[in-house]
């Protein structure tokens, strides 16, 4: 049963709900669902693009392969944390729920700064799409050069598709640390921010994809002003399904875009 | 336990809080339904233009100037995507949907209020966007409502295709991220709010509806906002998702390998969800209407609710039948031809229960009621083309005419329409407390049955005669020319059915200040929204939750003292 009932001060009795759960949990399940959906749309881009493309290209080396292994690595840790902060969060412990809250968002953040990484090295390499700035002072590698020029679907899918993913694992981030923080975390994403923006050259896209920082520390602070209430154990489960949907949609796109994309001697 | 005094606190103060940024459900259905009105009310006007434009291509019009071919486009694309975006996806669900939807299954309101605000706003939002496609320099775009690529995917294919047609597809997006949260917070309602008593198999028929719908919602849209993400990133960003190697005006554009078809894929694949999105609603109201005016139980409830399910689950599976022409292996045509035909199953089951309502029924025949018959009637018209369109030899001559217009506009357009009318028509008195004028509304249908069926009956002849779509001029053309009186003919009905609508304007405005005071119950029905004050308390019960105790429909029950027995009627009203 939902809370609405509850803040109306209503009484009386209600079917009982789909598996016993609450409200928000439902809410999540569908969203993920949806999501998924979206996420299957870009999947069944990429697969058309590389079925219909018979000289696919396959161009990413051990270094790619072992960084993107890290990142794997960080994120299915940052699920673990996020089960402990789950059960830390029932069995009363807020101590505790923070430090795994906020062991789990590091992980996530870790994610994400090395995918940045691998990003503009890959721009750099030539690895682009037409709007990226050309990096000064980088050696393209020929190779990479030709797939953008031969098979532009190729750097398209992928941008297109770890960018998707690159931006639900920032939201999520941003997502457990107002559940977390509460108010207290929007001068951090505000610093973030700054720190994204003004720490990134004009040239990398990151200088302008900052600005999701930006808008997200906008919404959270008018979220927190239309219902200022303390989180409790509930919704740090609902933020767990998102979290770990997240990492579930990584173990797709690991394989199709990355492993499956590997030079094989 | 709440005292009255205790909810009339909780009750928000102040005009911003109750009426612009309300968490009322009621309040945001009406806000959902006055938004449709208007948009209704633009896209009518567009398509008088279009009209004019086909008998009269060179006339010059007051205000308005000569229509251009070019301009013609843009008015068919803002006309198809206000019409099936913030007009029938709006009102039925956003609107009534909203509105009733909670009361109907014993809820206070939504499961998210918040969300339902913000949802209601985010479509605003998009409504704005789209119009601002008007303004911007080129004007608004000309790649229909279906937004094929590589027209839509390239600036410089044509005028409106510039920053018009980003805000075309921006405003998309917006809705489908809008009708996303709707989606969601319509199915945890109806799972998680349901009043004792209130099992999934009790609920009002509309319920089913909008239940289903926002299923079909959650599924489709998210897939059209990721079509659309790709469409912006391919126009913007210089990626060929959509686009092959193509010749602009004698000039290579930069793109090349992509595919249009992956478009029509991930379009259709939300496209054909969407017209049930439009259409069940209106189903659920016809329904729920039928059984209340023949004062009969609706005819096999559980086919009702299965044929409803049935529906939404083929639904996704035969997108293909609006890729016959596009070169489709003509195996996968086949399976999209028989899953098309198998959905006219569950179709046919809900017409045939809607006529076994009416049989022998003790029918009033009151303005909802004709609405409701008009609905039907729509939609067996409607519905009788698309078995033929299901069949690619068929469909591959009638694809590009008026005969798909006819199709759509009877079965999607209309009867859509039909259902939001009858909806109002029902409605009315517990939204606004006074019933609506019988007269005026009978009036009013009878000049939009015999209007609607005049403009849209001979565009299958139309059709038939290969007389194109989307073509913004065919006077000129020899083998067209027999044709030009029928179509003068369309011309002037559409604009008397048009004028038409002002009655029903003129009766929503009227009877809001004017009309005969309504009871709680003027119809003698039994669902919820029926047994709470009129028009119904900030928490739509006044500080109880009803038990439900029967069925949605128990009219003329043996023994029952009256000839309609309420859902919330104790048990002994039945007799045993
Ligand atoms: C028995 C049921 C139905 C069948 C077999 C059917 C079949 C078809 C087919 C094969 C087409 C493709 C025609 C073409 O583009 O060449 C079509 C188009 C269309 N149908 Fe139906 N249909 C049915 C019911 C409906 C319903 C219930 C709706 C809406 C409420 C609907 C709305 C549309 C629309 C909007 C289009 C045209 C879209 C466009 O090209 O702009 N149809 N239908
Ligand atoms: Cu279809």
Redesign the interface.
């Known amino acids: 049963?939902?809370d609405?009932?509850v803040?109306?001060?209503?009484?009386?009795?209600?079917?009982p709900?789909?598996f016993g759960t609450?409200?928000k949990k439902?809410?999540m399940w569908?969203?993920l669902?949806?999501?998924?959906?979206?996420?299957?749309?870009?999947l069944?881009?990429y697969s058309?693009?590389r079925i219909?493309?018979p000289s696919w290209p396959t161009p990413f080396h051990s270094s790619s392969i072992i960084n993107a292994t890290f990142m794997t690595a960080f994120l299915l840790t940052s699920s673990l944390t996020m089960v402990l902060a789950v059960r830390a969060s029932v069995d009363h412990k807020p101590k505790q729920q923070m430090w795994f809250l906020l062991a789990t968002m590091l992980c996530g953040t870790a994610f994400v700064v090395l995918h940045g990484r691998e990003w503009s090295h890959l721009i750099s390499e030539g690895l682009s799409?037409?709007?990226f700035p050309s990096v000064p002072g980088a050696e393209a590698s020929p190779e990479f050069v030709n797939v953008t020029r031969d098979?532009?679907?190729f750097?398209?899918?992928f941008f297109?598709l770890t960018g998707?993913h690159m931006l639900h694992v920032t939201l999520g981030v941003i997502y457990l640390g107002v559940i977390a923080f509460r108010k207290k975390f929007i001068p951090v994403l505000l610093l973030l921010w700054l720190v994204a923006w003004l720490g990134t050259p004009a040239y990398s896209p990151f200088h302008y994809g900052a600005h999701v920082l930006l808008v997200a520390a906008i919404v959270c602070t008018v979220i927190l002003w239309?219902?200022p209430k303390l989180y409790d154990s509930s919704d740090v489960e609902v933020a767990g399904l998102y979290w770990h949907f997240v990492d579930l949609v990584w173990m797709f796109i690991f394989p199709l875009v990355y492993l499956m994309s590997t030079r094989i001697l | 336990?709440?005292t009255t005094a205790?909810?009339h606190a909780?009750a928000p103060q102040g005009f911003i809080r109750k009426y612009i940024f309300s968490l009322d459900h009621k309040v945001i259905g009406l806000q959902y339904y006055f938004l449709a009105l208007v948009a209704v009310f633009v896209g009518m006007a567009l398509s008088l233009l279009m009209r004019i434009h086909m008998i009269w291509p060179t006339a010059v019009l007051p205000l308005i100037g000569e229509i251009k071919p070019e301009t013609y486009l843009s008015l068919l694309t803002m006309h198809g995507t206000i019409m099936v975006f913030f007009v029938l996806t709006t009102a039925p669900q956003g609107g009534f949907g909203n509105y009733f939807l909670p009361i109907q299954i014993g809820?206070?309101?939504?499961?998210?209020?918040?969300?339902n605000m913000l949802s209601f706003w985010t479509t605003f939002v998009g409504f704005v966007v789209l119009i601002a496609a008007f303004f911007v320099s080129g004007g608004a775009p000309l790649h229909g409502w279906t937004g094929y690529t590589p027209l839509s995917a390239l600036p410089s294919a044509g005028p409106g295709e510039q920053l018009g047609a980003d805000l075309w597809i921006t405003s998309i997006a917006i809705f489908c991220i809008a009708s996303?949260m709707g989606?969601?917070?319509f199915?945890?309602t109806t799972?998680?709010?349901?009043?004792?008593?209130?099992?999934m198999m009790r609920m009002p028929l509309t319920c089913w509806a909008w239940f289903i719908t926002a299923i079909l919602g959650?599924?489709?849209?998210?897939?059209l906002?990721?079509?659309g993400?790709?469409l912006l990133?391919d126009r913007?960003?210089?990626?060929?998702?959509y686009v092959p190697l193509v010749v602009v005006n004698g000039q290579i554009m930069?793109?090349?390998?992509?595919?249009p078809l992956?478009w029509q894929?991930?379009f259709w694949?939300f496209g054909h969800p969407e017209v049930y999105i439009a259409i069940l609603p209106g189903m659920g109201v016809a329904s729920q209407i039928l059984s209340t005016f023949s004062r009969k139980p609706i005819f096999g409830y559980k086919a009702m609710v299965y044929a409803i399910m049935a529906i939404g689950l083929l639904g996704f599976m035969v997108w293909g039948h609006h890729m016959f022409m596009s070169g489709m292996s003509p195996y996968s045509a086949f399976a999209f031809s028989v899953m098309t035909m198998a959905i006219g199953v569950p179709s046919a089951i809900k017409t045939f229960n809607w006529l076994g309502t009416l049989y022998k029924g003790r029918i009033r025949f009151q303005t909802p009621m004709l609405f409701a018959i008009g609905f039907v009637s729509m939609f067996v018209s409607g519905g009788l083309s698309g078995p033929f369109l299901a069949q690619p030899v068929l469909d591959i001559p009638l694809h590009d005419t008026a005969f798909v217009v006819a199709h759509f506009h009877l079965i999607m357009g209309v009867a859509a329409i039909f259902g939001i009318f009858a909806a109002t028509y029902y409605w009315f008195p517990k939204m606004f407390g006074r019933m609506m004028n019988e007269t005026l509304g009978k009036v009013h249908f009878f000049a939009t049955l015999i209007g609607t069926y005049c403009i849209f009956m001979p565009m299958h002849y139309l059709g038939l005669a290969a007389q194109p779509r989307r073509y913004s001029q065919f006077t000129e053309v020899a083998y067209l020319h027999r044709l030009i009186p029928l179509n003068e003919f369309i011309t002037y009905v559409a604009i008397i059915t048009v004028a038409a609508q002002f009655i029903f304007l003129f009766n929503l405005f009227w009877s809001m200040k004017k009309g005969a005071k309504a009871s709680d119950n003027p119809w003698e029905a039994t669902t919820l929204e029926w047994s709470t004050a009129t028009p119904p308390p900030h928490?739509n019960?006044g500080?109880?939750?009803?038990?439900v105790n029967h069925g949605p429909y128990e009219y003329n029950v043996p023994g029952a003292p009256r000839d309609y027995i309420m859902q919330t009627d104790p048990v002994t009203a039945e007799a045993h």
């Open positions: 049963m939902s609405v009932a803040q109306h001060g209503l009484t009386g009795a209600y079917e709900s789909l609450y409200s439902i809410g569908l969203f669902l949806s999501d998924s959906l979206t996420f299957g749309a870009l069944y881009a058309y693009g219909s493309n799409l037409p709007v098979v532009p679907q750097p398209a899918t297109g998707m239309l219902k | 336990m709440a205790a909810l909780h809820a206070p309101d939504m499961a998210f209020p918040v969300l996303l989606a969601l917070n199915i945890t799972l998680d709010l349901r009043a004792k008593g209130m099992s959650l599924l489709a849209f998210g897939v906002l990721s079509a993400i790709l990133l913007n960003l210089g990626t060929s998702f930069a793109h090349k390998g992509g595919s992956l894929h991930l694949f928490d019960f500080g109880h939750t009803p038990v």
